[in-house]
């Protein structure tokens, strides 16, 4: 059988209001429980998990990034309280948490063994800052080693790798999505370096999503040409009916 695109909206510090959250996970669960080829994840803010967890059943719920210990630690959520909030995917590493709140390769490497060691699936989010030429630049093997650092490959099955140039997110100035070539040759430079860490296997068995301005129009060649098994999508994902169309999309991909 074909392996399930997987889909994971990143809602970020969206939307403004708990009803809203709630009508878009609403909205959202529609069209995903019509889809059983697109494996879907909505990742709100904290404040919202469980109003977006009530409204959700085939939809897997999501958190933007989680803290490795319980403890004296103001304002961090651990690993263990999403755990039992029901939580299944932990982004980890995205760029704005590098750029606007100085997270280290070193917090990353904590939180993603923390989460693994509680069965959650770990989001990692790679990519360079700045597209200097084709080649894929040696940060984002450096950006892996760190992340991965002392994670056994037992472990390994619930990790998926976000390939996400930084300058592809949607946000960002002069922002624009990466070639499917590119963001293939990427995919298969991460492969090369997970299959160098825990062996062909376990590298081939890794998902790796794409993520930076996707949308309903671009995601079809994310998925066939680039062969990505999935993508992380940040602005797309807020708008319901764009993300209906972008889920369709996805499911239609062979
Ligand atoms: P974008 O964001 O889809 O709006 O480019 C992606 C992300 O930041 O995860």
Redesign the pocket.
């Known amino acids: 059988m074909a392996k399930k695109i997987l889909i994971v909206a ?1 809602w970020k510090a969206n939307p403004a209001t708990k009803e809203e959250a709630s009508s878009l996970a609403r909205k959202m669960e529609l069209v995903a429980v019509k889809l059983n080829m697109v494996k879907t994840v909505i990742a709100p803010s904290f404040p919202f998990l469980q109003t977006v967890k009530s409204k959700i059943k085939k939809i897997a719920l999501g958190a933007q990034d989680g803290f490795w210990t319980t403890g004296p630690y103001t304002g961090e959520v651990p690993a263990e309280q999403l755990k039992s909030l029901g939580v299944k995917y932990v982004i980890v590493g ?1 760029s704005e948490r590098k750029i606007y709140f100085q997270e280290t390769d070193e917090m990353i490497n904590k939180k993603i063994s923390a989460l693994l060691k509680n069965k959650i699936k770990v989001v990692l989010c790679v990519g360079e800052r700045e597209r200097i030429d084709a080649n894929i630049p040696e940060i984002v093997g450096e950006q892996l080693r760190n992340a991965l650092r002392g994670i056994r490959g037992t472990e390994l099955k619930n990790l998926i790798v976000a390939y ?1 140039p930084v300058w ?4 960002n100035a002069n922002s624009r999505p990466d070639t499917p070539e590119n963001s293939h040759q990427a995919s298969i430079y991460i492969r090369k370096i997970i299959a160098g860490l825990y062996g062909e296997k376990a590298s081939r068995n890794t998902p790796i999503i794409y ?4 949308n309903a129009s671009n995601i079809r060649s994310f998925m066939r040409e680039a062969k990505m098994d999935g993508a ?5 994902g807020l708008d319901p009916r764009g993300f209906a169309e972008l889920l369709k999309a996805a499911s239609e991909r062979l």
């Open positions: 990143n995205h996400e592809a997110i949607s946000s993520g930076g301005s996707i992380l999508v940040g602005k797309a």
